[in-house]
């Protein structure tokens, strides 16, 4: 009920953000209402800063391969799909060399923007150095909506079905 000049309190505060409102960084308003040391009533008017965030979550799986028969050479078409709660920005995919395989195109492809419960699909023209089976090495790189650094990477078995040309 009091504070004399210099003395502080700590004034805790629940907060709930709605489940439609956009991440980003907000700034509330706060509203001081007190009566000074001579009985006038005052009001101080200030803001907060208020962070709001989601992470993003993407997982990355072989949506088709369409290597051919006889020179083992075509395309591998990666799915990414965002399923967090968070948008990613600045997303970029990478195909990371290996043994089992050459890559023939870029082995870097700029995505741009993916929010969250959407996908977007990457290909890579790759010449298998073996048939059938091979670990494919990828590497995302994103940032979050307060622009916040992420990365992964991922091995995964890629069972190569070879179409006759």
């Known amino acids: 009920?009091?504070?004399?000049?210099?003395?502080?309190?700590e004034i805790n505060f629940n907060i709930i953000i709605l489940p439609n409102t956009?991440?980003?960084?907000?700034?509330?308003?706060?509203?001081?209402?007190?009566?000074?040391?001579i009985?006038?009533?005052?009001?101080?008017?200030g803001e907060l800063g208020l962070a709001v965030k989601a992470n993003p979550a993407i997982?990355?799986?072989?949506?088709?391969?369409?290597?051919?028969?006889?020179?083992?050479?075509?395309a591998v078409t990666i799915k990414l799909i965002n399923n967090g709660l968070g948008d990613a920005k600045f997303l970029t995919t990478e195909l990371l060399e290996s043994k089992d395989y050459?890559?023939?195109?870029?082995?870097?492809?700029?995505?741009?923007?993916?929010?969250?419960?959407?996908?977007e699909s990457v290909d890579f023209r790759i010449n298998l150095?073996?048939?059938?089976?091979?670990?494919?090495?990828?590497?995302?790189?994103?940032?979050?909506?307060?622009?916040?650094?992420?990365?992964n990477s991922t091995n995964f078995k890629a069972v190569m079905q070879l179409f006759l040309k």
């Open 22 to 37: 956009a991440e980003g960084v907000y700034k509330p308003g706060i509203i001081a209402d007190y009566v000074n040391h």
């Open 1 to 9: 009920p009091r504070l004399d000049s210099e003395e502080s309190k």
């Open 129 to 151: 150095n073996k048939e059938k089976t091979t670990d494919l090495l990828l590497k995302i790189n994103y940032k979050d909506s307060l622009n916040g650094d992420f990365s």
């Open 39 to 45: 009985g006038e009533e005052r009001q101080d008017i």
């Open 102 to 119: 050459e890559i023939i195109s870029s082995d870097t492809v700029y995505i741009g923007d993916l929010d969250s419960d959407d996908f």
């Open 59 to 74: 997982f990355t799986k072989v949506d088709s391969t369409e290597i051919y028969k006889g020179n083992n050479l075509g």
